[in-house]
């Protein structure tokens, strides 16, 4: 009985990590689309929602990585996975708040590991084929392939239209925008929903509620984590939508293409082969390389480089927050009162986190009118 209501608090903390997941990385989608006026924001944002939802149900290669071989599932209990969730809930809250666009799909992998690794041991953690291989090759191939290929896409879009006139050309290009949008949320609906499909399932693993020798994703994990993450992009991550969409460099609806089709293409194809990728790395990857390649001085490096560091520390700090995560909860014991605590204070530090960012955004509006 006492399990069952772990299981049943991981998968409200998988799901709420899902919803910050949607929100956080809002911006992946739309902002470009928004900056470049293709789309209204609303629309946009719906739009994103409704595709992220369907673009769940494609694959679920990710899903059977992040279950199978980040950690060991035969090794792992349940508090070390609510622990890892709880971790990589308050790095993307935290990045929310100061409007980085850091990782979720990293932050996830780095705060189950990091509870992991204290409370099983590194023979629970699949480091080689599993951390480096399907998590950071990945994640150093991704952002530079998507910046070249955007780079290189942009260079032979001016060349194609530079004798159009401007304004029918922009014209065009907003309208490809709303099929390239359209392309990179379903993209991020199938790489993104699908790390909370595995980490649900690596909990019904670890409870016995499945075999680990029939792994299999339940139809219900898909359509609760495909409606998760669909309303938190609906909410949206606005703070992180401007750094997307103009504070790394004022683009054009042609850059704006550009760097969706190119976003969109990269994650497909690591989705396609079970790689839980950064979609946030990716698109921002595309972002600047549609703005170097236009003019290196477009770019504004200080907030590029801002990112990088949020990058970079991603998994070790999300890790470090899940390690202290499970220390926290196993205080408690091995039943389910650690776990409601920790819900507790996360809860509780998320709505002040939320009310000090709607007082600052009261404070903003004040002082322009």
Known sequence: MGSDVIVVIVVATALAFDFTNGFHDTANVVATSISTRAMPPRIAVGYAAILNF????????????????????????????????VGAIAWNLMTWYFGLPSSSSHALIGGIVGAVLVA???????????????????????PVLAFAV????????YRA???????????????????SGGLLALAHGTNDAQKTMGVITLALVANGTIASSDFHVPDWVV????????????????????????????MDAAQGFAAQGSGAAVILASSHVGFPLSTTQTISGAVIGSGAAKRLSAVRWGVA????????????????????TYVITRAFGTGAAGPIVVST?????????????????????????
């Open 150 to 157: 955007a780079g290189l896409a942009i260079l032979l879009i």
């Open 223 to 250: 359509i609760t984590s495909a409606t998760a993450i669909s309303v938190g992009t609906y909410v949206g991550g606005w703070r992180i939508i401007k750094t997307m969409g103009s504070r790394i460099h004022k």
């Open 305 to 324: 480089g801002n990112i990088v560091v949020a990058w970079i520390l991603t998994l070790p700090a999300s890790a470090a927050i899940g390690a202290i």
């Open 54 to 85: 369907v673009g769940a149900f494609v694959s679920l290669e990710v899903a059977a990585t992040v279950a199978n071989d980040v950690v060991d599932p035969a090794s792992i209990g349940l508090l070390s996975i609510f622990a890892g969730l």
């Open 345 to 369: 204070l996360i809860l509780g530090g998320a709505g002040l986190l939320f009310v000090r960012r709607a007082q600052e955004a009261a404070r903003t509006a004040a002082a322009e009118t």
């Open 161 to 179: 239209v530079g004798r159009m006139r401007p304004t029918r050309a922009t014209r065009g290009f907003r309208f490809g925008q709303v099929i």
């Open 120 to 142: 099983d041991g590194p023979g629970a953690i699949f480091f080689d084929s599993g951390i480096l291989g399907k998590v950071m090759i990945p994640a150093l191939v991704a």
